[in-house]
């Protein structure tokens, strides 16, 4: 009779709760089979994976250590929380990660109470977890606030400003620097474990603290000397200095995928009365996968795959990027002008500068998670007569907004925008969507701003930007393939503020602004189809607006609709002050406005938030002839 195989230990764990009973020589073959329960979702769902499989056991070991969810854990990012969903009661829904209705790829708070606080932009954590940590202390109630953060996120400021202001949390806030890419410290091995597990006991912790009491007494040159001796040998022995400077504890560096050593650490600075304390562990992205340990980006995000061969599923060719359209075109410009330098934070294949810096490494400058630096640079080199083009995600620009609006907008100066991943971005989500740049860009006296209908219009408007010297300018593009359209072999110069006719028609007529275009010019062949005569026209403007061809489209139609992949406050708004201001809505023109809706839409595939969004080209034939319907029924009210 043979045995029948054991139930896997990831199927006896529901909670972190369940996860607190098994023995420690269980927790390395639950972490195994967490690993492969990853590799499979992600393969079926896509999405990011090498960060995940990077801390499988660091996940493990916090929620066996830890009292998850009374100590709130916040991830940094966020996107490497698939193992964390996995262990906190969401495995059934695993494989709906990134789809409609689906988990989130992020942490999101209305999910679960084991996600405190959602993320999905860079070094948030400690700022969160320290509100968790003092707001316990207040209230007097249990509960630690514990972040993780990668080593990249520590290249922002705002990981800094909450670690300087981190004090006061005392024993409360547990910081994890999860060193994942670029290795801060010496090697990890046996001797770092051990040296780890020492310094972060409550004895040692202990000795330290009564060290540093009787110090303070001492006369000051004394006190002063024995500070910088204990600085230095730490700073030597274990690289924490920085840390230390900053008010933390620091332990490690240590070995994040041997939980022999990151239980006993983690459970001393559980119990450790002192604080705060940052925990260093040493990890390597794509773990335990061959084909994301064997990638040069660790499989960071990745199509659908097969699991055994790690082949990911290729989409049919088609038209090209618009980022790499962009990023071809900034090389060509580039070519002819030595004044032209291209900065990114962080996203240099994103935004399609990789090509840039291939081709002119002296005149790129990837700042890392740092957009305010970024955009205050790019003001630096443009007053010192440089040609900056600053290529930023629409919603990453967002954290630079003061700098935007104060170093550049406030002086004139002639930094060029290349604002990618504007409008929705699908499996991303709210998180990631570009729904507010033309609303916080358009409404700043000097600015320019521009949004391609298509990959050609993209390469009309980067020449643009880069003859433009008087002052701030900005073109958006979305994320994805263009329309297929032929590039120009040579860009055209644009005549700022002026649009373009795209059909020419007498009753209707649709006022576009970016890739909604398409949809335009589907809506029109419908109407036309119901005997609407429809005009068609591809603003290119949302500041300044082309105010001589709206108001001559205005006036000589019945129906003006507006369309924009934006939100409220936008290019409809602004079409909208126009028509008011000088009563082109007086002779009985009706004016609808099409934008993103006020809500924060969830992921799903793009086509289908921008129907729901109502910004496809039925919700502009349903628009055209509701408005109709309420003029007939104003006419016959007044006869």
């Not at 004090?167 to 409360?172: F, I, K, V, Y």
């Not at 419908?526 to 489209?553: H, M, N, W, Y």
């Not at 909208?576 to 201001?581: E, G, M, N, V």
């Amino acid at each position: 009779m043979t045995d029948l195989p054991a139930t896997p230990l990831l199927d006896t764990v529901a909670t972190p709760a369940d996860l607190r009973l098994l023995k420690p020589d269980q927790l390395r073959q639950l972490a195994d089979e967490l690993r492969a329960e990853t590799i499979s979702a992600v393969g079926t769902t896509g999405g990011h994976l090498g960060s995940g499989l990077g801390v499988v056991e660091l996940t493990t070991a916090i929620h066996y250590v830890f009292d998850t969810p009374t100590d709130k854990l916040v991830w940094d990012v966020g996107h490497q929380c698939y193992p964390h969903k996995i262990l906190t009661g969401r495995r059934d829904r695993i494989r709906t990660l990134r789809q409609g209705g689906g988990l989130s790829g992020f942490t999101k708070r209305s999910e679960s109470e084991y996600d405190p606080f959602g993320a999905a932009h860079s070094s948030t954590s400690i700022s969160a977890a320290l509100g968790f940590a003092i707001a316990n202390k207040l209230a007097g109630t249990p509960g630690k606030g514990i972040a993780v953060i990668g080593d990249g996120a520590m290249s922002a400021g705002m990981a800094y400003e909450a670690m300087n202001n981190a004090e006061q949390a005392g024993n409360r806030l547990v910081v994890i620097l999860n060193d994942n890419d670029m290795s801060i410290a010496p090697p990890v091995g046996g001797l770092s474990a051990y040296l780890s597990r020492i310094v972060s006991s409550r004895e040692f912790l202990g000795i330290r603290e009564l060290a540093r009491k009787v110090a303070r007494k001492l006369p000051r040159p004394l006190h002063s000397a024995a500070r910088k001796t204990d600085e230095f040998a730490r700073g030597m022995t274990m690289g924490g200095t920085l840390f230390e400077e900053l008010g933390f504890y620091y332990v490690g560096p240590i070995d994040g995928h041997n939980l022999d050593h990151l239980i006993p650490v983690l459970e001393n600075v559980r119990d450790a009365e002192e604080g705060p304390i940052l925990v260093h562990v040493v990890t390597k992205k794509g773990k335990g996968y061959a084909p994301a340990e064997a990638a040069a980006d660790k499989y960071h995000g990745v199509q659908k795959f097969d699991v055994i061969s790690g082949v990911q599923t290729k989409a049919p060719p088609g038209p090209p990027q618009y980022q790499n359209v962009f990023g071809a075109q900034l090389v060509a410009e580039a070519a002819d002008d030595d004044r032209i330098c291209a900065i990114t934070a962080a996203m240099p294949s994103g935004t399609g500068l990789d090509a840039f810096a291939a081709a002119y490494p002296d005149r790129f400058f990837d700042v890392g998670i740092a957009e305010q630096h970024g955009v205050t640079f790019a003001a630096g080199l443009a007053a010192q007569g440089m040609r900056p083009f600053c290529a930023i995600y629409s919603t990453f620009l967002q954290r630079a907004y003061d700098q935007v609006v104060h170093d550049v907008a406030i002086q004139n100066l002639p930094v060029r925008f290349a604002i990618d991943r504007a409008g929705l971005v699908g499996a991303d989500g709210a998180t990631h969507a570009g729904a507010f740049d033309i609303t916080y860009l358009a409404t700043l006296p000097n600015f320019v701003v521009m949004a391609a209908a298509d990959e050609a219009e993209l390469v009309h408007m980067t020449h643009t930007c880069a003859q433009h010297d008087s002052g701030p300018i900005a073109v958006r593009y979305p994320r994805g393939n263009g329309t297929g359209v032929a590039l120009p072999t040579t860009p055209e110069l644009l005549e700022i503020g002026k649009g373009r006719m795209v059909r020419e028609g007498k009753t209707v007529v649709i006022l576009s602004l970016g890739t909604r275009l398409e949809e335009a010019l589907k809506a029109a062949d419908q109407l036309e189809a119901r005997g609407l005569s429809t005009s068609v026209a591809d603003l290119r403007f949302a500041k300044p607006l082309d105010e001589g061809l709206i108001r001559r489209l205005l006036t000589t139609h019945e129906v003006a609709i507006t369309i924009e992949e934006g939100a409220v406050g936008g290019f409809g708004a602004h079409v909208l002050t126009l028509a008011s201001d000088e009563g082109l809505t007086d002779a009985g023109l009706k004016i609808r406005t099409l934008r993103l809706p006020d809500l924060f839409q969830d992921q799903d595939k793009p086509d289908l938030q921008y129907a729901e969004a109502r910004l496809d080209a039925e919700a502009i034939v349903d628009t055209v002839l509701k408005a109709l319907r309420h003029n007939s029924g104003v006419a016959e009210a007044r006869a």
